[in-house]
């Protein structure tokens, strides 16, 4: 089974409107680590937002907030007034255990923001 | 800025060639870094963890042989594409995490390698 199910390939949104990028996961570790990037066209890889299993509350980074639901395994990116900038491939990425750095990826999402 | 570089950023080579990537840390020291590959708009695929002074650890899968991984000091991680063909073609990305951060890795930005 898939660890990380990122089910839209392909998302738009208008210029300063908000928009969710849904992910979900699988793991039976009770520490695990979810994270969010972004990917623009050149390549790099941008660390948006970090959630933990143990945190209480939902990340929030600035335009960016994760939308955890412990119970339904998913946590979804949130990212407000949207922006041009913000057209990117977005992944959801999950860290299970203590094992920094080693992280399974999902799919990724295409997000094309429209003036 | 930056925290973690990867050197070429670019590389074109032919076939049967040997390629050397670097992945550096900067200013801050990282035992662990590990490797991912990138087929283009696909996923991230963890190909191996790179440890300083040990053995690196492959996922299934990967050919140990193929993609040499030499992790020489604190801060500095190599990836040896030997013998290169066309289907090694890819986008190669270095990650490293802080060890004081554990929710952070830092990526680099990232090796395109064009074989022909």
């Known amino acids: 089974a898939q660890k990380i199910t990122q089910t839209q390939p392909g998302m738009f949104v208008q210029e300063k409107e908000a928009v969710t990028l849904d992910c979900t996961y699988d793991?039976?570790?009770?520490?695990?680590?979810l994270f969010w990037y972004k990917q623009p066209s050149s390549g790099e890889m941008i660390f948006l937002i970090y959630?933990?299993?143990?945190?209480?509350q939902n990340a929030t980074e600035g335009r960016y907030s994760l939308n955890f639901q412990k119970a339904r395994k998913s946590a979804n990116l949130v990212i407000s007034a949207s922006q041009l900038g913000d057209s990117a491939m977005y992944f959801c990425a999950m860290r299970e255990g203590r094992n920094a750095g080693k992280s399974t990826f999902g799919d990724g999402t295409t997000l094309t923001v429209k003036p | 800025g930056a925290v973690v570089s990867q050197h070429p950023s670019w590389v074109i080579c032919k076939s049967g060639t040997s390629v050397k990537i670097e992945c550096r840390s900067l200013d801050f020291q990282a035992t662990t870094m590990f490797w991912y590959r990138q087929f283009p708009k696909q996923s991230l695929m963890l190909m191996a963890t790179?440890?300083?002074?040990?053995?690196?650890?492959?996922e299934q899968g990967v050919e140990k042989d193929k993609f040499l991984i030499n992790h020489a000091s604190l801060t500095l991680s190599t990836l040896t594409v030997t013998s290169a063909h066309p289907e090694d073609s890819s986008f190669y990305i270095c990650?490293?995490?802080?060890?004081?951060?554990?929710?952070?890795?830092?990526f680099g930005p990232g090796t395109r390698l064009l074989v022909l």
């Open positions: 959630q933990g299993s143990y945190d209480q």
């Open positions: 793991t039976s570790d009770p520490s695990y680590g």
């Open positions: 790179s440890n300083e002074g040990s053995k690196a650890t492959y």
């Open positions: 990650s490293a995490p802080m060890s004081l951060a554990l929710e952070t890795q830092y």
